[in-house]
């Protein structure tokens, strides 16, 4: 609820800076599927590595942003993207060979600024874009019932870790009426986590993550 309210209050101050730079402000809102990539993982005290791998699982997110159109860049924009993923991890991969299932649940949210370009004539409109902002990492109690990668098998109690990450992207953009649109999106994001030794987990995880998902757009 904090990090929902904390979004909303960043979004309407982007909107109001973008009105008042006589910007075209809009407003999107999309789900769809997310497709995690193996990570690399270091335990960052016994330095064994291996690989952390995820099932695949939905995404959720909203942008507040704005074309520079009355500036006379209407191709150019700027936009927050706020990002929330779900996601259940599947087993542990240490470089030995050794593969532990793992029963854990993991959660991953982020808040980015992205530049944007797009194409400004026609119905649909592709663009591409790229940026960087915090990402959040949280990581349930989990168990595995084989020592891998520097753990035991009692598993770990869970842990938190907050980075600065980055990501690309690139969309169609579906024009429905003069201020409403559909799009489709594929995203691709990393950021290095590393999580506190006290909580039985002591890994560095280099997440990477592609995202497809569609949504709504409202220009205002």
Do not use: C
């Given at each position: ?19 008042s730079a006589?910007?075209?402000p809009?407003l999107?809102?999309?789900?769809g ?8 993982v270091t335990?960052?005290v ?10 695949n ?9 704005y074309?520079f159109?009355d500036?006379?860049?209407p191709y150019?924009g700027?936009?927050?993207?706020a990002?929330?993923?779900n996601?259940k991890?599947?087993e542990?991969?240490?470089?030995t060979?050794v593969v532990?299932?793992v029963?854990s649940?993991?959660?991953f949210?982020?808040l980015?600024a992205?530049l944007?370009y797009r194409?400004?004539e026609?119905d ?5 874009g ?5 990402f959040?990492?949280?990581?349930g109690?989990?168990?595995k019932?084989i ?13 938190t870790?907050?980075?600065?990450g980055?990501q ?7 024009l429905i ?6 799009f489709g ?9 590393s ?10 995880i ?5 995202q ?5 757009t409202?220009n205002?």
């Open positions: 609820m904090k990090k929902t309210l904390y979004f909303l209050i960043v979004a309407f101050s982007f909107f109001l800076f973008a009105k006589n910007a075209g809009y999107s809102v999309y789900a599927f997310t497709v995690p990539h193996d990570a690399n335990n960052n016994t330095h064994e590595t291996g690989q952390m791998s995820f099932h699982g939905l995404n959720f997110g909203a942008k507040a942003g074309w159109t500036q006379g860049a150019l700027l936009q927050l993207d990002n929330t993923q996601l991890i599947r542990l991969i240490a470089s060979g532990a299932p029963t649940r993991a959660g949210s982020s980015t992205n944007i194409a400004v026609g649909i409109r592709p663009y591409i790229a940026g960087a902002g915090v959040y990492m949280n990581i109690s989990g168990q019932p020592q891998a990668i520097g753990v035991g098998i009692n598993g770990w109690t869970g842990g870790d907050t980075a600065i980055y690309v992207l690139a969309g169609l953009d579906f009426s003069k201020r409403l649109s559909f999106e594929y995203k691709f994001s990393t950021a290095k986590f999580l506190d030794r006290k909580t039985w987990i002591p890994f560095d280099t997440y990477k993550v592609s497809v998902y569609g949504g709504l409202y205002f």
